[in-house]
């Protein structure tokens, strides 16, 4: 009986301390769970970022229209009113102008063949006198190049051909003085350099003063700034010589009589450096101007390299006037939310601090979109501003050069295009908060050590590469004859466009083989599955870490719940409350369920238990009987 008081004491002890322990417990979480009015601030602040988030979100879509229409304005330079970002009109006239000069211009190899290139070609384009039936063009058809015809092109003022020259003796030094030691060299003349670019004017002497007859001009007097051709970069002085020509028969006699001038002065001689043709051609069906350049360089070394510039511009882009209302109404309003844009990210910088904004992917990004705008616009409001100082159309019988703002307006754009990039990249940022877009941004963000340290490795190789290109086929293959050049080519190897290989092996059949073998078995065997296998294990630690959400999922509880209540209002679907109040429904239904269960397997445990304290007492008492008759029977014998 004593046994069975102290095991049932024990018994009761132990479900004492338990109860006490799950009392405990059920304090504690009482402790730690929140009020209600915590819990309405909290669903509160939520929604209150996510419509923050939506409203962001559909700014920045409309931002993002604005640019677009922008862009595809300062690219489309057709004849319709309305950009349609359908550029061929523009694509046909710079072909065309590229077919009509830079064709013949190609076959200069010398001083001859530019004169008859002058003659024979360039001022019989500019200036046709007869239709392809050889009957004669009327005077309001005179001035517009073309072949056997007029075309659509307009020539503004004159044709300007300017000469840059060197100075007498500019070769190096010590190489002048031996060769002038043993006689073989009296003059010499070197490569182009601004501080050896000869100002003296030459020429046969003028009958009036005797001065010499071609006078230089600075780039001040000129309207030209500096440029850089493939050989060298040239100053925007020079000699100058116009052309003055009305597309009339009486201009087209003085051009050709003042080119035979030219040849008997000997205007091109050893001092002789480059040779600028530069005209200006408009469109008046487009709207748009093509700043021509026919750039003869004459490198010290010997021969002549011809190129063909062009420049082609809308006049909007230089004159206000001349732009569409609807893209300034559109550029004004993109520029009015950037200024939002960088006024909430200066806020966001002073609120983070400088260290912290700048610590993140996102804030060296954004801070780099507005940098680049910054810059974009610059050169847009410089290019408007010089304009301002030259007049549209110029005189006929005056050469206007409109080089130095047309090249604004194309670094304008250049940098605008960097612009749409950085813009259109950083939608991402917002798509990222989507849980079925997190799932790749996770992947990529766990990939992006790896992978810097791959692009180190693969930069490696490829500078190896190049460096072996360069001294191997340097001075004998075009795509060859610099670094960056025989980068770009293995670049293009790596995605399989090897037309230069043939050439290669016919300049050397064993390095030429040799060095394509290798870095195509390198590069995309080893180094392409090397990248391909970075990226499948930041995508497999990502799916191992984390659930994804699908796209589906994501739409049915995200994108199409505002639908819900159209279909709750017309009876196609039940409304939240009614589906929440038959979730409860059921939940308390099952919730009773299981505490009927648990109450009855609780009173089964309770009675199991009694039968095994009576089982185990009639066990006791069995076991003290026995004792107790094995006792008395030793009593008794």
């Not at 349609?84 to 000069?101: A, H, L």
């Not at 050049?485 to 050397?508: A, H, K």
């Amino acid at each position: 009986m004593e046994g069975t008081t102290k095991s049932a004491w024990t018994s009761e002890k132990r479900q004492g301390t338990a109860s006490s322990a799950t009392k405990s417990e059920a304090h504690q979480s009482d402790e730690k769970k929140p009020s209600a009015v915590q819990l309405v601030w909290a669903r509160y602040k939520i929604g209150q970022r996510l419509r923050s988030h939506n409203v962001e979100f559909t700014i920045y879509c409309v931002y993002l229209i604005l640019l677009t229409w922008v862009v595809i304005n300062v690219q489309d330079l057709g004849s319709s009113s309305l950009p349609s970002g359908n550029n061929e009109e523009s694509f046909f006239t710079v072909d065309d102008i590229r077919n009509k000069f830079a064709a013949p211009f190609q076959k200069v190899l010398g001083p001859d063949e530019w004169f008859s290139f002058v003659n024979n070609t360039l001022l019989p384009m500019v200036s046709p006198l007869v239709w392809y039936d050889n009957s004669p063009i009327n005077a309001s058809d005179l001035g517009f190049p073309g072949t056997t015809a007029p075309g659509g092109l307009k020539l503004l003022g004159a044709i300007s051909v300017r000469q840059v020259r060197v100075q007498v003796n500019s070769c190096p030094t010590a190489f002048e003085e031996d060769f002038r030691s043993l006689g073989l060299l009296r003059r010499c003349y070197g490569p182009y350099t601004l501080e050896f670019q000869d100002e003296n004017d030459f020429g046969p002497p003028l009958a009036v003063g005797g001065l010499p007859k071609y006078e230089y001009s600075n780039a001040e007097e000129n309207n030209e700034d500096s440029f850089s051709g493939r050989v060298a970069k040239y100053d925007g002085g020079g000699f100058v010589v116009l052309f003055q020509t009305d597309g009339s028969q009486e201009s087209r006699d003085a051009s050709v009589a003042k080119l035979a001038e030219l040849r008997r002065d000997t205007w091109i001689d050893r001092q002789t450096r480059a040779i600028f043709i530069d005209m200006n051609l408009f469109n008046p069906v487009t709207n748009t101007l093509s700043i021509v350049r026919l750039l003869a360089e004459l490198p010290a070394a010997g021969g002549v390299i011809p190129t063909l510039y062009m420049r082609h511009v809308g006049l909007g882009m230089m004159y206000l006037k001349y732009a569409r209302n609807a893209t300034l109404a559109a550029e004004v309003a993109m520029l009015i939310l950037l200024l939002g844009f960088a006024i909430s990210e200066l806020a966001r910088m002073r609120r983070l601090g400088l260290s912290a904004y700048f610590h993140t992917m996102w804030g060296l990004f954004d801070f780099s979109t507005i940098v680049l705008y910054i810059v974009a616009y610059g050169f847009r409001w410089r290019a408007l501003d010089m304009s301002q100082w030259k007049t549209f159309p110029p005189e006929q019988l005056t050469f206007t050069s409109y080089s130095y703002e047309a090249s604004l307006v194309v670094t304008f754009r250049n940098v605008l295009g960097m612009c749409a990039v950085f813009s259109w990249a950083r939608l991402f940022k917002s798509l990222k908060r989507t849980p079925f877009m997190e799932h790749v941004f996770r992947a990529l963000f766990i990939a992006i050590p790896d992978l810097l340290y791959f692009c180190g490795c693969f930069i490696c190789v490829l500078f190896g590469f190049a460096l072996a290109h360069f001294l191997a086929f340097g001075d004998e293959i075009y795509e060859c004859r610099t670094l960056p050049s025989c980068m770009l080519l293995l670049w293009r190897t790596f995605l399989g466009q090897g037309d230069v290989v043939d050439l290669m092996i016919e300049r050397n059949r064993v390095l030429g083989a040799l060095f394509f073998i290798a870095w195509t078995s390198l590069s995309a065997i080893v180094l392409l599955n090397v990248f391909l296998g970075i990226i499948v294990d930041g995508y497999t630690r990502v799916a191992n870490e984390y659930e994804r959400i699908s796209f589906g999922e994501y739409l049915q509880s995200g994108v199409l719940r505002p639908l819900r209540h159209v279909l709750v209002r017309y009876g196609f679907q039940t409304s939240e409350e009614e589906e929440a109040a038959h979730d409860s429904a059921k939940v308390m239904e099952l919730l009773s369920k299981e505490m009927e269960e648990a109450a009855a397997q609780r009173q089964l445990s309770r009675e199991q238990q009694a039968r095994d304290v009576a089982e185990l007492t009639k066990r006791k008492r069995k076991k003290q009987q026995e004792r107790i008759e094995v006792l008395m029977q030793s009593v008794m014998s």
